[in-house]
């Protein structure tokens, strides 16, 4: 009998009712295996126990997947198949033309469920923290990736948009894309833990959303769609007006003086009743006018509540499909 049979033939018996006789000789077969496995080489005894692939090559991403691991380095592959690190590219490299793993970074691996071989990757989302971790970045997802975690996204964004500390290059993988920014605030940012297919990875809440998409109109479609977003999130009732005049200090007084027009805006748009009396004594910390369009000019129509000049046309309602380039 082939010792895995041996072994499971063990284990079944595990649960059939044993004599005082019968538990002696059990014991001993026990005692005869347990010297057979230990003459076994360690990467067979390995395979024995299930603990890793038969056949790196073919199997090793349903192995991790089935083992509920979703990320993997070049050691850590050395290890599972109990290889030198030197063999692992060799491995790596038959693994990704048959669309069963893809590396994000480098030293880094994915494993590929069936159900996304066709992508040759999976969602940005089912990877981001570990691949973050493995850099030693902090970061936080953000934008309009964001809001789309929020329920406020009008349409799902095209790339996967994180922010993070550190200088990245933007990446895609076949149909997934991800657009890193860099800001040096990164860390103090508020942000949530979010449940993903295979994990968690960190999210900006609700009021950060907000203000950076403000504070960075090009990277939400422009201050149209970001009307958009913002109404979606009153309607919502996921902003905490308190909790976002107290956030607004740590961004420019213009950021909160834009915001605070567009959420007066939006809200008349869809009839929502919203008290934005703390944002108002905020805003007021600037006394130059400053223009609902970052780049817009310095003329136009004066709203002295939250000191902004309307330049030209307002953007959309809460409802509007339009995108315009405002920022």
Same mark, same amino acid.
């Given at each position: 009998?082939?010792?895995?049979?041996?072994?499971?033939?063990?284990?079944?018996?595990?649960?059939? @009712?044993w004599?005082?006789?019968?538990?002696?000789?059990?014991?001993?077969?026990?005692?005869?295996?347990?010297?057979s496995?230990?003459?076994?080489?360690?990467?067979?005894?390995?395979?024995?126990l299930?603990?890793?692939?038969?056949?790196?090559?073919?199997?090793?991403?349903?192995?991790?997947?089935?083992?509920?691991?979703?990320? $993997?380095?070049?050691n850590?592959?050395?290890?599972?198949?109990?290889i030198?690190?030197?063999?692992?590219?060799s491995?790596?490299?038959?693994?990704?033309?048959?669309?069963?793993i893809?590396?994000?970074?480098?030293?880094?691996?994915? @494993?590929?469920?069936?159900?996304?071989r066709?992508?040759?990757?999976v969602?940005?989302?089912?990877?981001?923290?570990?691949?973050?971790?493995?850099?030693?970045?902090?970061?936080?997802?953000?934008y309009?990736?964001?809001?789309?975690?929020?329920?406020?996204?009008?349409?799902?964004?095209?790339?996967?948009?994180? $922010?993070?500390?550190?200088?990245?290059?933007?990446?895609?993988?076949? +149909?997934?894309?991800?657009?890193?920014?860099?800001?040096?605030?990164?860390?103090?940012?508020?942000?949530?833990?979010?449940?993903?297919?295979?994990?968690?990875?960190?999210?900006?809440?609700?009021e950060?959303?907000?203000?950076?998409?403000v504070?960075a109109?090009?990277?939400?479609?422009?201050?149209?769609?970001?009307a958009?977003?913002?109404?979606?999130?009153?309607?919502?009732?996921?902003?905490? $007006?308190?909790?976002?005049?107290?956030?607004?200090?740590?961004?420019?007084?213009?950021?909160?003086?834009?915001?605070?027009?567009?959420?007066?805006?939006?809200?008349?748009?869809?009839?929502?009743e919203?008290?934005?009396?703390?944002?108002?004594?905020?805003?007021?910390?600037?006394?130059?006018?400053?223009?609902l369009a970052?780049?817009? +000019?310095?003329?136009?129509?004066?709203?002295?509540?939250?000191?902004?000049?309307?330049?030209?046309?307002?953007?959309?309602?809460?409802?509007s499909?339009r995108?315009?380039?405002?920022?």
């Amino acid at each position: 009998m082939a010792l895995r049979d041996r072994l499971t033939a063990l284990t079944e018996r595990d649960h059939e @009712p044993w004599q005082v006789g019968q538990a002696a000789t059990r014991n001993q077969s026990v005692r005869r295996i347990t010297r057979s496995v230990a003459n076994v080489p360690l990467s067979t005894r390995a395979l024995v126990l299930g603990m890793v692939p038969s056949d790196g090559t073919r199997d090793l991403s349903d192995w991790m997947i089935s083992q509920g691991r979703h990320w $993997i380095t070049t050691n850590g592959i050395a290890e599972a198949l109990s290889i030198p690190v030197e063999q692992v590219p060799s491995i790596v490299s038959r693994l990704r033309r048959a669309g069963r793993i893809f590396s994000p970074t480098r030293g880094g691996y994915v @494993p590929i469920p069936a159900e996304y071989r066709s992508w040759r990757a999976v969602p940005a989302s089912h990877f981001i923290d570990s691949m973050m971790r493995y850099l030693g970045h902090d970061y936080y997802v953000g934008y309009l990736s964001a809001a789309e975690v929020h329920g406020a996204a009008h349409q799902r964004p095209q790339v996967f948009q994180v $922010i993070t500390d550190a200088r990245l290059n933007d990446r895609t993988f076949d +149909r997934v894309s991800i657009e890193f920014t860099t800001s040096a605030k990164t860390a103090r940012r508020p942000c949530t833990m979010i449940n993903t297919p295979t994990g968690t990875m960190k999210v900006s809440t609700p009021e950060t959303t907000a203000l950076d998409l403000v504070a960075a109109p090009a990277h939400g479609g422009g201050l149209s769609n970001i009307a958009t977003v913002l109404g979606e999130l009153l309607s919502n009732e996921l902003l905490d $007006i308190p909790r976002l005049a107290a956030l607004a200090k740590d961004y420019p007084a213009a950021v909160l003086q834009r915001a605070g027009w567009l959420l007066e805006h939006v809200a008349g748009e869809i009839e929502a009743e919203v008290d934005l009396d703390p944002l108002e004594h905020v805003a007021g910390a600037r006394l130059k006018p400053t223009p609902l369009a970052a780049s817009g +000019r310095q003329a136009g129509s004066f709203n002295e509540r939250w000191n902004i000049l309307v330049t030209g046309h307002e953007p959309g309602t809460a409802h509007s499909n339009r995108s315009a380039n405002d920022g």
